[in-house]
């Protein structure tokens, strides 16, 4: 029986203490629960993280907000195959290269070609081979092969077509053909669109002649598109900056929304609006072609443009607008006709275009009126100066389901570009270029590429449209970089620049360019400077691959461009 009791007692205890056990955690719970609603109470207008702002409410995100935004929990880093003490041994060979070449004038002993092989023969050949192939395609089509014949064919014949001796000698063609096409154009005069157009304007429109806008045309030419060290360029950003609106209408091309403003002095300027926040990420399940464009990218981009010496992209700024006064009171009447005010008393507008040019996805001020947008110089255009639209030989299917031909051949260069003779000259190089910047910016979506053509062969690449760059800081997409890891060229002057920014610290440079010259602030968010340094020294680790591969005198080329 005092066993019995004993127990009783015992269990009593027990649960007593189990009670008040749970009772002391459930006190604790509802206190931490209440101070983190007190918490988010008191921070309900700061903005979301990266990943927990979705596609579509980003669109809307208030960007009064977005400067504070907080930064990504994690940062995907690929590490560069190169080290810093490599760059710099990197940078002393080539530049020793370099100046060993300066000695030499014989092209043919520097790039010897076998007496037996030769480029139109080969060509012909080719091309032969090549129709060939198409005729075998259409017997397989009416045949009703299977598809997976016809890969398998085609991939044996990717690999079949391009010996390694092919190879050589076809690489040293073209470098036979870039040397020589610098001795040609080295001493070629430096022409100013100005000059274009002077003897039109003298008879058409002579007024013009006095502006501002004429002023800055004179520092465009066929190798840059301004000078920064010149008036013009700082009164042009002060004209972007400030200038009243005459007119706003929208841009007949293109897959979103961008405004045409007339601006006095003759000026003609591209405004693209805010979209998203600067913290916002291209979601990794969301396509190139379908991806929103970012004014803060196109305003990055420029400042990079300029920090690297290219000066190929027309100046842009940020700047802060009155939708109303701005935009709708300016605007013609198929632009003024897509205004409305939203439920939050916002005036908005949709415009006309593929992409998210409806009232779900409207431009609007937030609040009320206020709009940011990067406002960017209009250059001249048809029919008062000729453009050279070039399709890019690598561009991307822009495509859900099939991927471009380049991107599973790997002879793509030797195959395809170093046979078009259109590029056996500064284009190649121009190419590479473009492609080091885009890689830097993380924009894919590179379709065609735009030159001057009133300029002649001797003219430089205007890199236009830079809005999808800037979606990702957390990835770096090493397909950017496929034609120069397959055609393993690059300019000596670009990689002299691409070296003295390293050494100064880019994205220092780069943070310190857009604190200075912009009134926008904080147009990159800190983990895109990041991304901005670790991809440099990416390129520079793909360049110390090709050099291994084919020696500095075979891959860095002295075009005589600065």
């Not at 880019?506 to 991304?531: F, P």
Request: aromatic share 10%; proline share 4%; hydrophobic share 35%.
């Amino acid at each position: 029986m005092r066993h019995t009791r004993l127990r009783l007692r015992f269990t009593i205890l027990f649960i007593l203490a189990t009670l008040t056990i749970f009772s002391l955690i459930t006190l604790y719970t509802f206190i931490w629960s209440t101070n983190e609603l007190e918490r988010q109470e008191q921070i309900q207008d700061a903005p979301k993280s990266p990943g927990a702002v979705p596609f579509w409410s980003a669109i809307n995100h208030q960007n009064i907000y977005d400067l504070y935004a907080t930064p990504a929990s994690t940062i995907f880093k690929r590490k560069a195959n190169i080290t810093q003490s490599r760059i710099e041994e990197l940078f002393q060979l080539i530049r020793n290269a370099h100046t060993d070449q300066a000695h030499l004038v014989d092209i043919e002993k520097l790039y010897p070609i076998d007496p037996k092989w030769n480029f139109q023969k080969f060509l012909e050949e080719r091309q032969a081979q090549e129709q060939s192939d198409k005729d075998a395609d259409t017997v397989d089509s009416a045949t009703n092969l299977t598809k997976t014949t016809k890969t398998q064919r085609d991939l044996t014949t990717a690999e079949k077509t391009m010996s390694k001796h092919d190879k050589i000698q076809l690489r040293n063609y073209v470098l036979q053909m870039l040397a020589k096409w610098k001795k040609e154009h080295q001493n070629d005069e430096i022409t100013t669109i100005a000059s274009i157009m002077h003897d039109e304007l003298e008879q058409d429109e002579p007024s013009k002649l006095n502006t501002s806008w004429y002023k800055y045309m004179k520092t465009v030419t066929n190798l840059r598109v301004y000078d920064p060290h010149s008036s013009p360029f700082k009164r042009l950003l002060n004209h972007l900056q400030n200038a009243e609106v005459i007119e706003a209408n929208e841009m007949p091309q293109g897959t979103q929304i961008k405004i045409i403003l007339d601006l006095p002095d003759s000026f003609r300027a591209l405004l693209k609006p805010y979209r998203v926040p600067r913290n916002y990420q291209t979601l990794p399940d969301h396509f190139y072609f379908s991806d929103i464009e970012r004014h803060h990218a196109e305003i990055a981009a420029f400042h990079l443009d300029k920090i690297l010496g290219f000066y190929r992209v027309p100046p842009v700024v940020g700047r802060l607008i009155d939708i109303t006064r701005d935009i709708r009171e300016k605007a013609t009447e198929d632009l003024a006709n897509t205004f409305f005010i939203s439920p939050a008393n916002n005036t908005c507008f949709r415009g006309h275009c593929s992409y998210y040019c409806d009232t779900s996805h409207a431009v609007c001020g937030k609040p009320g009126d206020r709009l940011e947008a990067s406002v960017q110089i209009l250059l001249p255009r048809p029919p008062d100066v000729d453009w050279e639209k070039i399709t890019h030989p690598y561009r991307r299917s822009y495509s859900a389901a099939r991927k471009a031909k380049w991107e599973s051949n790997e002879n793509y260069c030797y195959e395809h570009v170093f046979l078009d003779e259109e590029y056996h000259n500064r284009l190649l190089l121009d190419m590479m270029d473009l492609s080091a910047f885009d890689f830097l910016i993380g924009n894919m979506d590179r379709h065609h590429m735009m030159r001057i053509s009133s300029f002649g062969s001797n003219t430089a690449l205007v890199h236009l449209d830079n809005g999808r760059s800037f979606g990702r800081y957390d990835y770096d997409d090493l397909s950017i970089l496929t034609p120069i890891r397959h055609c393993c060229l690059f300019r000596y002057s670009t990689f002299a620049r691409l070296h003295r920014v390293y050494r100064q610290g880019l994205s220092t440079l780069l943070s310190r360019s857009l604190e200075n010259g912009e009134q926008l602030k904080k147009i990159l968010v800190d983990e895109h400077l990041t991304a901005i340094d670790r991809r440099l020294e990416i390129l520079f680790g793909q360049l110390d691959t090709c050099i291994k591969t084919y020696t500095v005198k075979r891959v860095m080329i002295d075009d005589g461009i600065d």
